[in-house]
């Protein structure tokens, strides 16, 4: 595995945000990656290594209330507003005033809200699986299980079986149990008991519930984000990016980069062939 100095960035209202930095000797454009809401920066682990050998620097967080990262103790702070000026404070730390962005779904979007309150800072931005028009299907999906999802559990075993039962319909050809383990450690945490519990702020879900996940209306952040090159990836079998907001994704930005990961949902992981060979092709094209 790639090695990294494990770093915190402290916010004005001392909420400390962790995060994984990858420090590569070059001149080349480094990537800020940012994971989805209930995630962390695990989910980076296999798809960092290929960008510090095309030799990047990395930074992959834990965005507040995840992961390693301080639980704010203002649940109204866990909102795409605050995340940005936390992600502002972490590059400011790092001395990147110019970065490509891997944000996946969140992530995705606070990529766009990024390039709408920092003109000329993203020179390039994959965003996964997510788009300015969220599917109301996947929203009550994510409404359904986050803060809902029982825990804690006895053991990994446990953990992996609640962890496919919430994903199970994203990767339907994943059948074998090391894959939802695997999954599972990517997405939860041990307690001293040996109990495992998902590893994120249950207040999260809060936020999730009232629906509150995104600005209301996203297409002039994802307008300001097309000034730059695009890579949007997106599952084929998603349900929360329509293949009809795709299309006008497109039109607005017609140099936009596409993919789609087959038989996948929400969200890649990218590691998948078509992801990762997009993303290497995507990197490969900028400074």
């Given at each position: 595995?790639?090695?990294?100095?494990?770093?915190?960035?402290?916010?004005?209202?001392?909420?400390?945000?962790?995060?994984?930095?990858?420090?590569?000797?070059?001149?080349?454009?480094?990537?800020?990656?940012?994971?989805?809401?209930?995630?962390?920066?695990?989910?980076?682990?296999?798809?960092?290594?290929?960008?510090?050998?095309?030799?990047?620097?990395?930074?992959?967080?834990?965005?507040?209330?995840?992961?390693?990262?301080?639980?704010?103790?203002?649940?109204?702070?866990?909102?795409?507003?605050?995340?940005?000026?936390?992600?502002?404070?972490?590059?400011?730390?790092a001395?990147?005033?110019?970065?490509?962005?891997?944000?996946?779904?969140?992530?995705?979007?606070?990529?766009?809200?990024?390039?709408?309150?920092?003109?000329?800072?993203i020179?390039?931005?994959?965003?996964?699986?997510?788009?300015?028009?969220?599917?109301?299907?996947?929203?009550?999906?994510?409404?359904?299980?986050?803060?809902?999802?029982?825990?804690?559990?006895?053991?990994?075993?446990?953990?992996?079986?609640?962890?496919?039962?919430?994903?199970g319909?994203?990767?339907?050809?994943?059948?074998?149990?090391?894959?939802?383990?695997?999954?599972?450690?990517?997405?939860?945490?041990?307690?001293?008991?040996?109990?495992?519990?998902?590893?994120?702020?249950p207040?999260?879900?809060?936020?999730?519930?009232?629906?509150?996940?995104?600005?209301?209306d996203?297409?002039?952040?994802?307008?300001a984000?097309?000034?730059?090159?695009?890579?949007?990836?997106?599952?084929s079998i998603?349900?929360?990016?329509?293949?009809?907001?795709?299309?006008?994704?497109?039109?607005?930005?017609?140099?936009?980069?596409?993919?789609?990961?087959?038989?996948?949902?929400?969200?890649?992981?990218?590691?998948?062939?078509?992801?990762?060979?997009?993303?290497?092709?995507?990197?490969?094209?900028?400074?």
């Amino acid at each position: 595995m790639t090695d990294y100095t494990a770093r915190t960035f402290t916010a004005p209202d001392g909420v400390k945000t962790w995060y994984r930095h990858y420090d590569v000797d070059s001149t080349r454009l480094p990537v800020l990656c940012m994971h989805g809401l209930t995630r962390n920066s695990r989910d980076f682990e296999a798809v960092i290594p290929a960008i510090t050998a095309a030799g990047r620097s990395v930074i992959a967080v834990d965005v507040r209330g995840r992961g390693h990262s301080d639980h704010d103790p203002v649940p109204e702070n866990y909102n795409p507003g605050v995340y940005v000026q936390d992600m502002f404070g972490v590059l400011a730390q790092a001395g990147w005033d110019k970065v490509i962005t891997l944000g996946t779904s969140m992530g995705g979007l606070m990529s766009m809200i990024m390039a709408t309150s920092r003109p000329g800072l993203i020179a390039g931005a994959v965003i996964n699986d997510i788009g300015p028009v969220l599917d109301p299907k996947g929203l009550a999906r994510i409404q359904g299980y986050v803060g809902g999802a029982g825990g804690p559990f006895a053991d990994w075993s446990k953990a992996a079986e609640a962890v496919r039962a919430i994903n199970g319909s994203a990767f339907p050809k994943e059948t074998g149990y090391a894959f939802w383990e695997a999954f599972a450690r990517r997405t939860c945490r041990e307690l001293e008991s040996g109990e495992v519990v998902f590893d994120y702020d249950p207040e999260i879900s809060k936020l999730a519930r009232t629906g509150n996940v995104a600005p209301p209306d996203l297409w002039p952040h994802f307008e300001a984000l097309a000034a730059s090159p695009i890579l949007l990836i997106r599952g084929s079998i998603t349900d929360l990016l329509e293949s009809s907001c795709v299309a006008d994704m497109l039109k607005m930005a017609p140099h936009m980069t596409y993919a789609e990961v087959p038989d996948v949902g929400h969200a890649p992981l990218l590691t998948e062939p078509e992801a990762a060979s997009a993303i290497d092709s995507f990197l490969a094209g900028l400074d």
